[in-house]
């Protein structure tokens, strides 16, 4: 079938009016939040539902037309945009709230659903959801559990695959797999749940999610401790959790990181200065910080207004970084002990091959995750190498909790071996036979 054919039948199936086509309309699904990855595609198809994302998937498996799903367009390595001409899936219209259920504390949602709506209803039943990012306004539970998102609560909560207890989800040929029944005990052969999260939209395209919600803390406090480097850092989280604080976040920035988020925002330095900071949050009232031996200096606060206030500092970096150029974002996990290291060697490895960028680095250190950020770098991957190689090199993953995208694939053989990423091919080739799914991203 040839594209105008093809076009014609996505119109027949999810109305005219959501297959888009003119040039202006497509140009925000085509290039990812950070400017970085961008292509053309022949339309972007906005079903209404999964029995549309079927047909949608099915007539695109026999015309042999690859496509891209897009939820938020959030993600950090290019994995939600046409980058070979392929079809944009987006699934922002799949945005349904199912009522809360109060004795298993699960909620049905749209994969479309943005996680600031899905918290905000999750508040307002007195709950929470477990996975919290500061793209939290347009990121999807679709492409968060696509991710496998990790974000803010990991060290509390674990990652997106540990709030889903089930899902729907449209296969590469399109038929609908739905174990959504949400029971605490299933123990019924291949768990196509937790295959599907991180599968990046290769394997099929989650059209509902089956969340297990948390109960947030009643009391909550905030911390921005100056620090000497990393490994301090990560030896406070260590100590609070000896005194028997509760800890809910522990996020870890340096200076230069600091003073951007200041200048972006004009703000003024929130303590006197340091190498480095940690923003650790807990739930229980702010007098538990003095248990922590080693904390000097730190700004506290307990109520909403404060917290967020100290937030910002932690939240603001991405922003405050994509003003400054076109970033590359390297997110990684090292062994914890190698942490502070790994963040001096990687600035000194960095500046030899590209002496007049910008490295900014910033993460969730209790994780040992950090984002790695370079702009004013060469355009090539030359600083993507370094800084992979450097992170492979210590122990560590290439990916912390932003996937492997498109723009991760050449480095994927680091961290995986021949027999593992065979093994990922004979599932790929299992749920999307005719390849149409992602087909730039991951593999
Ligand atoms: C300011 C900022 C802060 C961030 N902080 C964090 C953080 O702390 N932790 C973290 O893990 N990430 C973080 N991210 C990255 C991003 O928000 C996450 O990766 C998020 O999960 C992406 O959701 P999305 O809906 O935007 O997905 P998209 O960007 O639209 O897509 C991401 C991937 O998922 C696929 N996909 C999307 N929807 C579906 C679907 N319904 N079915 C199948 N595949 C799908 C896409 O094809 C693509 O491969 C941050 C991003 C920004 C901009």
Redesign the pocket.
């Known amino acids: 079938m040839g594209g105008v054919e093809l076009l014609d039948e996505l119109r027949g199936i999810v109305g005219s009016g959501h297959v888009l086509v003119g040039a202006d309309v497509r140009a925000g699904y085509e290039v990812?939040?950070t400017g970085r990855f961008r292509g053309t595609s022949p339309a972007v198809v906005r079903p209404g539902g999964t029995d549309e994302v079927a047909r949608v998937v099915e007539a695109c498996a026999r015309a042999g037309t690859a496509v891209?799903?897009?939820?938020?367009?959030?993600?950090?390595?290019g994995?939600?945009v046409p980058l070979q001409g392929e079809i944009v899936v987006s699934?922002r219209r799949?945005d349904a709230l199912g009522p809360v259920d109060a004795a298993s504390r699960q909620v049905l949602v749209g994969?479309?659903a943005a996680l600031a709506a899905v918290q905000a209803h999750a508040a307002a039943a007195g709950l929470a959801v477990g996975?919290d990012?500061?793209?939290r306004a347009?990121?999807?539970?679709?492409?968060?559990?696509?991710?496998?998102?990790?974000?803010?609560s990991f060290l509390r909560h674990g990652?997106?695959r540990r709030q889903v207890v089930g899902l729907e989800?449209v296969l590469g040929d399109g038929s609908i797999v739905a174990p959504l029944r949400g029971l605490a005990k299933d123990n019924t052969g291949y768990d196509l749940t937790g295959l599907?999260c991180g599968?990046?939209?290769?394997l099929?395209?989650?059209?509902r999610v089956r969340l297990q919600l948390v109960q947030p803390p009643a009391e909550r406090s905030t911390a921005l401790v100056p620090v000497p480097d990393l490994a301090a850092a990560v030896g406070l989280v260590a100590s609070a959790h000896r005194a028997g604080l509760q800890v809910e976040a522990a996020e870890g920035f340096f200076d230069d990181g600091l003073l951007l988020v200041c200048r972006h925002l004009g703000l003024a330095r929130p303590t006197p200065a340091s190498t480095a900071y940690l923003l650790l949050d807990w739930a229980g009232p702010v007098d538990q910080l003095a248990a922590v031996a080693g904390i000097d200096d730190a700004v506290v606060a307990t109520d909403a207004a404060g917290r967020a206030g100290l937030w910002r500092y932690r939240?603001a970096h991405?922003?405050a970084i994509n003003a400054l150029g076109v970033p590359h974002k390297l997110?990684v996990t090292l062994p914890l002990a190698d942490l502070d290291a790994f963040a001096v060697e990687v600035r000194t490895r960095v500046a030899a091959i590209a002496p007049g960028a910008t490295v900014v680095l910033f993460g969730?250190v209790a994780d040992g995750n950090l984002h790695v950020n370079v702009v004013g770098g060469p355009d090539d991957d030359t600083v993507d190498d370094v800084v992979l190689r450097t992170a492979a090199s210590r122990g560590g993953s290439i990916s912390a909790?932003?996937?492997i995208?498109t723009a991760k694939r050449r480095w994927l053989p680091l961290v995986r071996s021949e027999e593992e990423l065979a093994a990922y091919r004979r599932i790929k080739a299992a749920l999307d036979p005719a390849g149409i799914l992602?087909p730039n991203?991951l593999l």
């Open positions: 990812d939040w891209v799903p897009q939820g938020g367009n959030t993600g950090l390595v994995g939600s699934l799949l994969a479309g996975v990012l500061a793209a347009s990121a999807t539970i679709g492409g968060m559990v696509a991710t496998n998102a990790g974000g803010l990652g997106m989800a599907l599968s990046e939209g290769t099929g395209i989650v059209t939240e991405s922003d997110d969730h909790e932003h996937g995208g992602n991203v």
